[in-house]
T-cell receptor, first 112, second 117 residues
Framework: SQQGEEDPQALSIQEGENATMNCSYKTSINNLQWYRQNSGRGLVHLILIRSNEREKHSGRLRVTLDTSKKSSSLLITASRAADTASYFCATDDDSGTYKYIFGTGTRLKVLA | EADIYQTPRYLVIGTGKKITLECSQTMGHDKMYWYQQDPGMELHLIHYSYGVNSTEKGDLSSESTVSRIRTEHFPLTLESARPSHTSQYLC????????????????FGNGTRLTVT
């Protein structure tokens, strides 16, 4: 079953604006990761937040985690055209195996 | 970018052909994964490996097979390709730390886009 679901599925904003995307998951987790995927390429790791953390920053990225709601959000501030990509959250699947489960992704388009 | 390589980058083949998608990493990572992804869609895990001589099936039923004879190499083989196999195949790896296996991120290759006619 799908562990993570991103919301919205697609987002279009103007350059300079902030972009917020959300991820919901179903089971308890050890940590949650966010990845970016440019069109036709592999995924690139952005940031990892542990289950005992509530917020984490990395450059223009801000990630929050609410384990009581089983949700996370990724905020990209002052977006640039180069941020245009798909963004995925990933978690472990709580089965004791070393499998990462990816969400459905948010397709972000930043207009110059 | 991580040192994980997939070849070929693009492949168009006819139905019934046997193909092998190559994946190699130079980071000495123990864990390796194959994901299938249709354009703009979510990733589905089809195979993974904890180390040499270890292979497991993922969540998505697949007619492919994998092998892990060397740490750095994790090829994916389709014995008889069909149009339903048309997709992008992504290989990934990560290091096993033991205490928290999900502490380290996945490193992805750029994928193989397969088209079966």
């Amino acid at each position: 079953s799908q562990q993570g679901e991103e919301d919205p599925q697609a987002l279009s904003i103007q350059e300079g604006e902030n972009a917020t995307m959300n991820c919901s998951y179903k089971t308890s987790i050890n940590n949650l990761q966010w990845y970016r995927q440019n069109s036709g390429r592999g995924l690139v790791h952005l940031i990892l937040i542990r289950s005992n953390e509530r917020e984490k920053h990395s450059g223009r990225l801000r990630v929050t985690l609410d384990t009581s709601k089983k949700s996370s959000s990724l905020l990209i501030t002052a977006s640039r055209a180069a941020d245009t990509a798909s963004y995925f959250c990933a978690t472990d699947d709580d089965s004791g195996t070393y499998k990462y489960i990816f969400g459905t992704g948010t397709r972000l388009k930043v207009l110059a | 970018e991580a040192d994980i390589y997939q070849t070929p980058r693009y492949l168009v083949i006819g139905t019934g052909k046997k193909i092998t998608l190559e994946c190699s990493q130079t980071m000495g990572h123990d864990k390796m994964y194959w994901y299938q992804q249709d354009p703009g869609m979510e990733l589905h895990l089809i195979h993974y490996s904890y180390g040499v001589n270890s292979t497991e099936k993922g969540d998505l039923s697949s007619e492919s097979t994998v092998s892990r004879i060397r740490t750095e190499h994790f090829p994916l083989t389709l014995e008889s390709a069909r149009p339903s196999h048309t997709s992008q195949y992504l290989c990934a790896s990560s290091v096993f730390l033991g205490a928290d296996p999900f502490e380290t991120p996945l490193h992805f290759g750029n994928g193989t886009r397969l088209t079966v006619t």
